[in-house]
């Protein structure tokens, strides 16, 4: 097989920045028939000493301070924009308008008007673009939807999902940008509810109208006195407001008719990323839990009442699950979702063709959050039509 590399830069070298590097590192471990592979051509970070150390453990080639120079390089093909949420739209704007394809975090962008721009200059420069809804890759998820498309549940009639998490639930969490309306947009919203509602809509379809309630429950933070990485702690700076989210809890109507119920919250004592999901159908139902992955709850039959719950450990014939485990039940973890994605993101690439989230699915899921803003201001149901 005659294998073509791409280059490959990542901009912005938190935590994520290191996800994507190592999912483009493990590709062909897991997809060997994928005929290109990345070459890691340059980080940008301009936290000082961040890039080089990267560069040094990953085996960068080059390193850049600023980001605008890798728009510029011609060794790069392909762009990982693993930076803060208020930086998506300009760089995602600029690094397809210099012929660069992106694979950008959620939620590309603070608002919807910032998702778009990004669409549109990927549509318009005839780039390639997804975007990091990773909890679609799990193969209990896919296989979740294949149940609901085949009509194993019947019509379905509700759904709830839910993703709380106690990243923020610490007094001493440092004000960083994530707690800035300018910089880090809806809060909660953008960093939780966009996987909520990218889930909805990949197991359901569109998403016509919803009503939200919103709010913060730890009004002030202390301002870090350096660089920060993740959640750090911070104390004894200065006391600031938090400007966005906390918690928020949806209603959704569905264009199918469907009914839905979306929560998430950051500030959850007890809670480490439990996410997931409940779908219910005239005929069975089918339960998801993140933190056990590989694992789909499945009622289904003509029993109707008091009908059982079978758990169905997923194996080689759901999802990508054959690239990673030889049998069902062995586990996967979240890395491996990144490695999917990459995966999409690259064969993308190579065949001009989106495979994965595209930035209109981006679009539609920040439409939805800022339709939810508003409607948690207004106090009233909104139309996403």
Request: glycine share 12%.
């Amino acid at each position: 097989m005659d294998v073509r590399t791409v280059g490959v830069a990542v901009v912005g070298f938190g935590w994520m920045g290191r996800v994507h590097t190592q999912a483009y590192q493990r590709i062909p471990h897991h997809f060997p028939e994928l005929p290109v592979r990345a070459e890691l051509v340059t980080v940008a970070e301009d936290v000082p000493g961040r890039a080089e150390e990267a560069a040094a453990r990953f085996g960068f080639a080059s390193t850049a301070r600023d980001w605008r120079d890798v728009a510029a390089d011609p060794r790069v093909h392909a762009v990982s924009i693993t930076a803060p949420n208020f930086l998506h739209r300009e760089i995602g704007v600029a690094m397809a308008e210099a012929g660069k394809h992106i694979w950008i975090e959620k939620p590309v962008g603070l608002t919807s008007e910032d998702a778009r721009a990004v669409a549109d200059a990927v549509a318009k420069a005839g780039v390639r673009g997804t975007v990091g809804f990773n909890y679609r890759n799990a193969p209990a998820v896919a296989y979740a939807r294949e149940l609901i498309a085949s009509g194993e549940l019947g019509a379905v009639t509700h759904v709830r999902i839910r993703l709380f998490s106690d990243y923020a639930a610490h007094p001493d969490s440092a004000l960083t940008w994530r707690y800035e309306r300018a910089r880090g947009g809806g809060g909660v919203l953008g960093d939780l509810a966009s996987h909520g509602v990218d889930l909805a809509r990949f197991l359901l379809g569109d998403i016509a109208s919803l009503a939200a309630d919103t709010a913060v429950f730890i009004p002030e933070r202390a301002r870090p006195t350096g660089a920060t990485a993740g959640h750090t702690l911070a104390t004894g700076g200065e006391l600031g407001p938090v400007e966005n989210e906390d918690y928020v809890n949806c209603l959704l109507r569905f264009a199918s008719g469907a009914r839905g119920v979306l929560e998430a919250s950051r500030v959850s004592v007890g809670e480490q990323n439990n996410y997931g999901f409940e779908v219910h159908g005239t005929k069975g139902a089918v339960f998801w839990d993140y933190r056990r992955m590989g694992e789909l709850g499945v009622s289904r039959g003509t029993s109707y009442q008091d009908q059982p719950v079978s758990t169905v450990f997923v194996g080689p014939g759901h999802g990508a699950y054959g690239a990673f485990q030889p049998g069902a039940a062995n586990a996967m973890g979240y890395d491996d979702l990144k490695v999917i994605e990459a995966h999409n993101f690259l064969r993308s690439v190579a065949e001009g063709t989106s495979y994965g989230p595209s930035l209109d699915d981006a679009v539609h899921s920040a439409t939805a959050l800022d339709a939810m803003s508003r409607s948690a201001e207004q106090g009233t149901w909104v139309s996403l039509g």
